[in-house]
């Protein structure tokens, strides 16, 4: 045809298998027939037929190359016409046939395309993408400066291992000898620096082999020679980087027969091994991708813990100042102090609260930050809101805990006095208050308590009108010695309201009188500040005050 013949005269009776057909050339570059026939998946009449009407209308383009035996097929690329009609701009001016050497180059890349994309399925292997060239390129910087690696392609497929799907890339190599062993060498030691920098991790869905595909046995013996001779010393400590991947670099001489080095067993690591499909090549690798997942998942798991914890950590460290902070929120301010001031500020409770509540631990602590650094910025509603909701959850759990009726109510307990009346002001108190051991029976220690300093004041009184003249002891009131009596030994817990009598039994040295309830130190009942109401009313005042909270159940 007339090369004159302008794009839309050539392209006026094209179809969708001719559009198929250029598409295919302009991502491969150059594709024999077989290869156009496995892609396009038509009869090969069909596909010579339509590639005949191609280069009539000068889209596309020949040769065969020489064969030692038989007969070569024809290789087939765009023109630049056919470029130009694919790409929408006019490539750079070109010799008219491509040099030998790129079209065999070019199209045994192609070919392995072909084979996974044709053979790949009947041995496990579906081919999920497939990069050529400078989209397989790859430039990185890492802690040993920067590199870069240039493999002729790079595929990723899938495969079953162990009964779960897997993904498994890799950097390929084709040579048809006419690379020296020295620029194989170097291609390794740039994907070992590759692996080594866990450039992959952002970049792959596993760390990519690389795998050369070259002419003869002899060659793959001296490449897998030159990659164990380089291969580093292992260290005898264990690798700091979770994400630490030992590269897997394996090489064939299935270069002629790309159909083979997807299917048959010609895979080699070294020159000992026996050879082994690339299925069994590679599921080991998806093996290993599967642990480093499972390690960094791990790191980054301890890492955010211990993040947490710091955070918890920080907010504990300055909660008197937090607290205020936060300003007239009662609510708020008191289950701050409750949570990292108060009884839950134990190491454990606070990290496991920490655990529970990270998004609040994270919102507050931001906030934290600024505000300590002067900004004066106030704490946001939400944060406020979610402390005053945190409030209502632990101190309706108290309440629940106390209005439940368990044994220590029903007995009540000397040891729930403080705390029920410290909860039904609206403060929160320890877990711990609330459940005493074994409970004790209040009305039974406080009649005994009782019955006992009265017999001791009975004797004392006693004892004290007996010693005195019989004018003065006619004078004196036995009540007003009872006063005195109990103002000097009438003794009481300032938590428990436990009353006991502080008389020293005669030619016994003092000591110190603790409460047989809690065991607190015992104070004279006169210098007593305001001991706390009796069980029953703090009750009534918590089961009001929940009301109020919540409303009626």
Same mark, same amino acid.
Request: proline residues 7%; neutral net charge; glycine residues 6%.
């Given at each position: 045809?007339?090369?004159?013949?302008?794009?839309?005269?050539?392209?006026?009776?094209?179809?969708?298998?001719?559009?198929?057909?250029?598409?295919?050339?302009?991502? @491969?570059?150059?594709?024999?027939?077989?290869?156009?026939?496995?892609?396009?998946?038509?009869?090969?009449?069909?596909?010579?037929?339509?590639?005949?009407?191609?280069?009539?209308?000068?889209?596309?383009?020949?040769?065969?190359?020489?064969?030692?035996?038989? $007969?070569?097929?024809?290789?087939?690329?765009?023109?630049?016409?056919?470029?130009?009609?694919?790409?929408?701009? $006019?490539?750079?001016?070109?010799?008219?046939?491509?040099?030998?050497?790129?079209?065999?180059?070019?199209?045994?890349?192609?070919?392995?395309?072909?084979?996974?994309?044709?053979?790949?399925?009947?041995?496990?292997?579906?081919?999920?993408?497939?990069?050529?060239?400078?989209?397989?390129?790859?430039?990185?910087?890492?802690?040993?400066?920067?590199?870069?690696?240039?493999?002729?392609?790079?595929?990723?497929?899938?495969?079953?291992?162990?009964?779960?799907?897997?993904?498994?890339?890799?950097?390929?190599?084709?040579?048809?000898?006419?690379?020296?062993?020295?620029?194989?060498?170097?291609?390794?030691?740039?994907?070992?620096?590759?692996?080594?920098?866990?450039?992959?991790?952002?970049?792959?869905?596993?760390?990519?082999?690389?795998?050369?595909?070259?002419?003869?046995?002899?060659?793959?013996?001296?490449?897998?020679?030159?990659?164990?001779?380089?291969?580093?010393?292992?260290?005898?400590?264990?690798?700091?980087?979770?994400?630490?991947?030992?590269?897997?670099?394996?090489?064939?001489?299935?270069?002629? $027969?790309?159909?083979?080095?997807?299917?048959?067993?010609?895979?080699?690591?070294?020159?000992?091994?026996?050879?082994?499909?690339?299925?069994?090549?590679?599921?080991?690798?998806?093996?290993?991708?599967?642990?480093?997942?499972?390690?960094?998942?791990?790191?980054?798991?301890? @890492?955010?813990?211990?993040?947490?914890?710091?955070?918890?950590?920080?907010?504990?460290?300055?909660?008197?100042?937090?607290?205020?902070?936060?300003?007239?929120?009662?609510?708020?301010?008191?289950?701050?102090?409750?949570?990292?001031?108060?009884?839950?500020?134990?190491?454990?409770?606070?990290?496991?609260?920490?655990?529970?509540?990270?998004?609040?631990?994270?919102?507050?602590?931001?906030?934290?930050?600024?505000?300590?650094?002067?900004?004066?910025?106030?704490?946001?509603?939400?944060?406020?809101?979610?402390?005053?909701?945190?409030?209502?959850?632990?101190?309706?759990?108290?309440?629940?805990?106390?209005?439940?009726?368990?044994?220590?109510?029903?007995?009540?307990?000397?040891?729930?006095?403080?705390?029920?009346?410290?909860?039904?002001?609206?403060?929160?108190?320890?877990?711990?208050?609330?459940?005493?051991?074994?409970?004790?029976?209040?009305?039974?220690?406080?009649?005994?308590?009782?019955?006992?300093?009265?017999?001791?004041?009975?004797?004392?009184?006693?004892?004290?009108?007996?010693?005195?003249?019989?004018?003065?002891?006619?004078?004196?009131?036995?009540?007003?010695?009872?006063?005195?009596?109990?103002?000097?030994?009438?003794?009481?817990?300032?938590?428990?309201?436990?009353?006991?009598?502080?008389?020293?039994?005669?030619?016994? $040295?003092? @000591?110190?009188?603790?409460?047989?309830?809690?065991?607190?130190?015992?104070?004279?009942?006169?210098?007593?500040?305001?001991?706390?109401?009796?069980?029953?009313?703090?009750?009534?005042?918590?089961?009001?005050?929940?009301?109020?909270?919540?409303?009626?159940?």
């Amino acid at each position: 045809m007339n090369g004159g013949r302008s794009v839309a005269t050539r392209i006026d009776r094209l179809c969708a298998i001719d559009h198929d057909i250029l598409g295919l050339l302009q991502v @491969h570059r150059v594709l024999t027939t077989p290869q156009l026939i496995t892609l396009t998946r038509r009869p090969e009449r069909t596909v010579d037929y339509r590639l005949t009407r191609l280069r009539e209308r000068s889209l596309v383009d020949r040769t065969r190359p020489y064969a030692a035996s038989g $007969s070569a097929p024809f290789y087939w690329w765009l023109t630049r016409a056919g470029a130009r009609l694919v790409e929408g701009t $006019s490539p750079a001016p070109g010799k008219g046939t491509p040099n030998p050497l790129f079209l065999r180059h070019t199209a045994a890349i192609a070919g392995l395309y072909v084979a996974l994309f044709g053979v790949g399925p009947s041995v496990g292997l579906a081919l999920n993408e497939w990069r050529r060239d400078e989209g397989a390129w790859e430039d990185w910087s890492g802690y040993q400066g920067t590199g870069r690696i240039r493999p002729d392609a790079y595929a990723e497929v899938h495969l079953d291992v162990d009964g779960q799907d897997g993904v498994a890339g890799a950097f390929v190599e084709v040579d048809f000898a006419t690379m020296d062993q020295a620029r194989l060498r170097a291609k390794v030691a740039r994907h070992r620096s590759y692996c080594k920098d866990t450039v992959w991790w952002d970049r792959h869905p596993c760390c990519p082999a690389l795998l050369l595909v070259t002419t003869s046995e002899a060659r793959v013996n001296r490449f897998l020679a030159g990659v164990e001779k380089d291969r580093p010393r292992p260290s005898p400590y264990p690798s700091e980087n979770p994400a630490h991947y030992d590269e897997l670099v394996a090489a064939c001489a299935a270069v002629a $027969s790309p159909e083979e080095a997807v299917v048959a067993p010609v895979w080699r690591q070294a020159v000992e091994d026996a050879p082994i499909t690339l299925s069994q090549l590679l599921a080991p690798d998806v093996r290993q991708y599967r642990r480093v997942v499972a390690q960094v998942e791990a790191a980054e798991r301890r @890492h955010d813990e211990h993040r947490r914890r710091q955070l918890v950590h920080d907010l504990h460290r300055d909660a008197p100042a937090l607290a205020d902070a936060i300003g007239d929120n009662e609510e708020a301010a008191a289950v701050v102090r409750y949570l990292f001031a108060g009884p839950l500020a134990a190491l454990n409770c606070r990290e496991r609260w920490g655990l529970e509540h990270l998004d609040l631990v994270e919102q507050t602590a931001s906030w934290w930050v600024q505000a300590k650094a002067g900004t004066g910025t106030p704490a946001p509603a939400p944060v406020l809101s979610a402390w005053r909701a945190l409030y209502r959850e632990c101190w309706t759990a108290q309440a629940d805990m106390l209005l439940s009726g368990n044994e220590a109510v029903r007995c009540a307990d000397p040891r729930l006095c403080q705390p029920a009346a410290t909860l039904a002001s609206g403060a929160l108190v320890g877990d711990r208050d609330l459940q005493p051991g074994s409970p004790i029976d209040g009305r039974t220690v406080v009649d005994e308590a009782m019955a006992e300093h009265e017999r001791r004041r009975s004797a004392a009184v006693a004892r004290a009108l007996k010693g005195l003249p019989l004018h003065r002891r006619l004078r004196t009131e036995r009540a007003d010695l009872d006063a005195a009596y109990d103002a000097e030994h009438l003794l009481v817990c300032p938590s428990c309201a436990v009353p006991c009598n502080g008389e020293e039994p005669p030619g016994r $040295s003092y @000591h110190a009188l603790v409460c047989r309830c809690c065991g607190g130190a015992l104070i004279r009942l006169v210098e007593a500040p305001m001991l706390p109401p009796p069980l029953a009313e703090s009750l009534e005042r918590i089961a009001a005050r929940r009301t109020r909270l919540w409303g009626r159940r």
